[in-house]
């Protein structure tokens, strides 16, 4: 099951949040040997304290095995922070209608399940449930940094991925994209959801019924100094 945690429901999916920390500490921390901000045996940033939105993929014990952020770039968002030059000096991606990706994580001991071309069942559900909240809440794009090889997984899908601008960081290839939500997304959207629904013997429901946070403007002078930080 996929829930979108907003800012003001966060006392009610506690538990869930805080597996997401936990699972963010897991993956970023422990595994990666990131630079990232550990707080006991959780990961969050100061990203974390302003408006944005949790999207968690729970199993039926309510353990939360996939997850990622969503930040509206009217506000201060982690490539602000931690990807100077990442994107054309020309592009200014802050929109109300352009919403960040990040902080994407999987449990790949609880989530093991994949399909055929290497995607992550868990992957393919978040990016589902994702296309229908910003359908829902007038979101018109996605901009978002993961490695490359995710990259390409889009490309085998035929997502709308417009790249941007790529980097190698401590030995990783990433790239920072555009992702549209138009007729050609939905377009592939419905083939994942078939591929999906080949792959399990009933389809995992992908949808929230939440609506996004009002988008402010928010930059304030008590935001750490930019660090490098790589982020999936």
Request: net charge negative.
């Amino acid at each position: 099951m996929i829930i979108h945690v907003e800012m003001h429901d966060r006392a009610d999916h506690a538990r869930e949040v805080a597996g997401y920390y936990r699972l963010r500490r897991t993956v970023f921390h422990d595994r990666l040997g990131w630079d990232v901000e550990v707080q006991g045996d959780e990961e969050r940033d100061c990203l974390d304290d302003m408006p944005c939105t949790y999207a968690l993929s729970v199993d039926e014990n309510g353990q939360v095995n996939a997850g990622i952020r969503l930040i509206p770039t009217t506000q201060t968002t982690l490539l602000d922070l931690a990807f100077d030059g990442l994107v054309p000096e020309d592009f200014d991606f802050h929109s109300p209608t352009i919403w960040e990706l990040s902080r994407f994580c999987v449990d790949s001991a609880a989530a093991a399940e994949r399909l055929p071309v290497g995607l992550g069942m868990a992957t393919l559900e978040l990016s589902l449930a994702n296309l229908d909240y910003a359908l829902r809440n007038g979101i018109t794009h996605y901009i978002i940094v993961t490695e490359r090889r995710m990259y390409e997984l889009t490309r085998v899908f035929s997502l709308g991925f417009e790249l941007l601008g790529s980097r190698t960081i401590d030995g990783c290839d990433v790239v920072c994209g555009l992702i549209s939500i138009d007729e050609r997304a939905r377009a592939a959207s419905e083939r994942l959801r078939c591929v999906m629904q080949a792959q399990r013997t009933s389809c995992t429901d992908a949808t929230s019924r939440v609506r996004a946070p009002e988008a402010s403007r928010s930059d304030p002078e008590t935001l750490a100094a930019k660090t490098r930080s790589p982020q999936a």
